[in-house]
């Protein structure tokens, strides 16, 4: 009998800053044949129009009114994705330290919310119809974005590793000390948790990874093993089907 063929499949890779979301979302999708989307970047992009449009970032009214003019357009190449607003290519001003004090509170306007979680899904069903399927990253998918998602991991770390992971990854005037950086992120894991509108939560059915003490390689490895088990299960269960209608 012919095996099944594995379907599309989308993985929801949520958790807090500094669990090593990005680089193991990236990785998991390139060794897959995935495609890679990075929910925060568009967050942060949007965030960085805002700055640079002169709205008022301290002003939820402000944002809601502001929120439907610029063009994100995210690429979804787990070997080189692009993040551009405008047509402008926003890689590296969405991850200076202002952006990084600002997007939270713009991520928590539900206007901004409804119309990024609206360009996200949309992507992920295209995903799912051209090609593999795609890797999901941010603090939402698994709850909100993308509910009815096959895998959900939800990834932890220690305040003290994460802030040594984030500290690591500033350079020049914007490196920060351990102290400072934990400070930040407990300060946003806070604002992200609290928010009223798709908080970061642990979804019920996400597997929890605690990479504390894990290399990348080894959650890597992890959560590339859940998804071919999941895959397995997809290709059995639509082998059973074909062979019960004989």
Same mark, same amino acid.
């Given at each position: ?76 190449d787990p070997a080189a994705p692009t993040i551009t607003v405008d047509g402008l290519d926003a890689a590296g001003p969405v991850r200076t ?26 992507? %992920?069903?295209? /995903? &799912?119809?051209? $090609?593999?399927? @795609?890797?999901?990253?941010?603090? *939402?998918? =698994?709850?909100?974005?993308? !509910? ?27 490196? %920060?000390?351990? /102290? &400072?950086?934990? $400070?930040?992120? @407990?300060?946003?894991?806070?604002? *992200?948790? =609290?928010?009223?509108?798709? !908080? ?34 997809? $290709?059995?269960? @639509? ?8």
């Open positions: 009998m012919e095996t099944a063929a594995p379907a599309a499949v989308i993985v929801a890779i949520d958790g807090p800053s500094g669990t090593g979301k990005s680089s193991t979302s990236k990785a998991v999708a390139a060794k897959l044949g995935l495609r890679y989307l990075d929910t925060g970047a568009q967050y942060r992009a949007i965030t960085w129009w805002m700055i640079s449009n002169g709205v008022d970032t301290d002003d939820p009214h402000a944002i809601a009114v502001a929120a439907g003019k610029p063009s994100i357009v995210s690429g979804t330290q202002e952006v990084t004090s600002k997007v939270s509170a713009v991520s928590a306007v539900p206007e901004v919310r409804t119309l990024i979680t609206e360009l996200q899904r949309s992507i %992920a069903a295209q /995903a &799912a119809a051209e $090609a593999d399927g @795609i890797v999901v990253e941010g603090r *939402d998918i =698994g709850t909100t974005v993308l !509910p009815d998602a096959d895998l959900k991991i939800f990834l932890t770390a220690s305040a003290e590793v994460r802030a040594a992971r984030r500290s690591g990854e500033l350079r020049g005037k914007e490196a %920060a000390d351990l /102290a &400072a950086t934990k $400070a930040a992120l @407990i300060k946003r894991d806070a604002a *992200d948790s =609290g928010r009223k509108t798709s !908080p970061l939560a642990k979804a019920g059915d996400a597997v929890e990874v605690d990479t504390t003490e894990l290399t990348l390689e080894q959650v890597i490895e992890c959560i590339v093993t859940l998804v071919e088990e999941r895959r397995s299960r997809d $290709a059995a269960e @639509i082998d059973e089907k074909r062979a019960g209608r004989k």
